[in-house]
């Protein structure tokens, strides 16, 4: 019994088999414990509304293995649930060399990590490393970076959740487009 709670627990959320030529997507911070699980649990919750589940599939990783196998920050947690998003299944993982072959669009939160991805990808790297905010329109405050909210007060996951949610609304409105002929 104990067991089987543990691995309810530690497993990330079930979700369905992927076409075999869906587009994968990896989302990526430095500890894999606030952006970037936020970021995939709306992406997810955003393809699921969209009907794009089976034809995009989302993961999310850090630059740094410091966390691993860790739950997302509780701070996080309760932010992403209060707006419908259960990030609380998922766990901390680093980014491994094989990312770069298995991802085809990796997604940084911010210049520090993209930087960190470009470095460490092959050349030529079989995955495009893009900012998660680089097809939104800008940030008021100009930022091209979702803002680390770890070290800060609890509203710092409203902005994370702000920013997240407005590019990921952006990148299904590309994904939901018909491809050209």
Known sequence: MLRRLRDL?????PTEPADPDALRVLMVCMGNICRSPIAEGVLRAKLLRA???????????????????EAPDPRGIRKAAARGYAIGALRARGVVDADFQNFDLILAMDS????????????????????LLSRSPPASDGTSDVPDPYYGAEQGFDRVLDLVEGACDEWVRRWSRPAPQ
Do not use: F, Y
């Not at 009907?51 to 196998?69: I, N, P, Y």
């Open 51 to 69: 009907g794009l589940q089976r034809r995009v599939v989302v993961d999310s990783a850090g630059t740094s293995g410091m966390h691993g196998g």
């Open 112 to 131: 520090r990590n993209l930087q960190w991805l470009r470095d460490r990808a092959p050349v030529p790297s079989p995955a495009s490393i893009e900012m």
């Open 9 to 13: 627990v530690v497993k990330r959320p």
